[in-house]
């Protein structure tokens, strides 16, 4: 299968009703555990990838070493691999178009590509993300990928008040429609956790939905009725393991 059937193959895979299922990876080794569980699709978590290689989050992992894992991780699976891309690793549109284009021909179909200016807790201006999206987009097209980009929106992340984000659901629908139009492939909406305001998110786009899956989030079957077509867990399975590693550390060192 090429590289242009596994990106159609993984935009396939976005359908109301049946959503697609992504159990965040950071590795090469964890991305053969996630296919080993039945994963239909490989989805790197920034998070994750940065604190298994000792990095904090947002881009501080070097963009040469996420080359080299996504590359890693593309020789080790033969399922789709979406790739947190985070804000491009850059500011400008060509800086972001050059990265992607790495990124992809290291082996992504996928790009989660947030509007977030990274290190500063502040939103692109929706004109200047389009702009930012449409050089992923001819990136890909020039490469002859049919990359699904995930478009994120902050702005429920940024709001620590959740009893704010209804009041934001109008404002994360227009920024949603602008990308749709700038050529991204899905809506990213972490942070989220309202049912209401989901499935008006849900009802408003005809671009397929994800949900993050953290503490508060409304269960699978209640994301299913509101109308999402994607499920990930962000830094959650890496947290997991992690915790799971330290338990077993400890009691194995227990009285030595």
Request: net charge negative.
């Amino acid at each position: 299968m090429t590289q242009a059937d596994k990106a159609a193959e993984f935009a396939a895979l976005h359908v109301k009703g049946r959503p697609l299922v992504l159990y965040n990876i950071w590795d090469a080794g964890s991305a053969r555990s996630a296919a080993k569980a039945g994963s239909k699709a490989i989805a790197t978590g920034s998070w994750s990838m940065a604190a298994a290689h000792g990095f904090d989050d947002g881009e501080a992992i070097p963009l040469d070493l996420i080359e080299t894992i996504v590359g890693r991780i593309a020789s080790a699976v033969a399922l789709p691999l979406t790739v947190d891309f985070e804000g491009g690793y850059a500011q400008d549109p060509d800086g972001v178009a050059k990265n992607a284009a790495r990124i992809i021909t290291a082996g992504a179909v996928g790009l989660n590509f947030e509007d977030q200016v990274v290190g500063t807790g502040a939103l692109y201006a929706i004109a200047d993300q389009v702009q930012r999206i449409k050089a992923i987009r001819s990136a890909a097209d020039n490469l002859g990928i049919p990359v699904f980009i995930n478009a994120r929106t902050d702005l429920f992340l940024l709001e620590a008040d959740k009893t704010r984000h209804p009041g934001l659901v109008d404002a994360a629908v227009v920024r949603a429609q602008a990308y749709q139009q700038a050529g991204c492939s899905g809506f990213f909406i972490p942070g989220l956790l309202d049912e209401s305001g989901i499935a008006a998110i849900c009802d408003a786009l005809t671009l397929p939905v994800n949900v993050m899956m953290m503490g508060g989030a409304p269960d699978r079957e209640t994301l299913i009725g509101l109308g999402v077509s994607r499920i990930s867990y962000g830094p959650g399975p890496y947290l997991a393991a992690q915790a799971r590693f330290v338990e077993q550390c400890a009691a194995s060192l227990a009285g030595a």
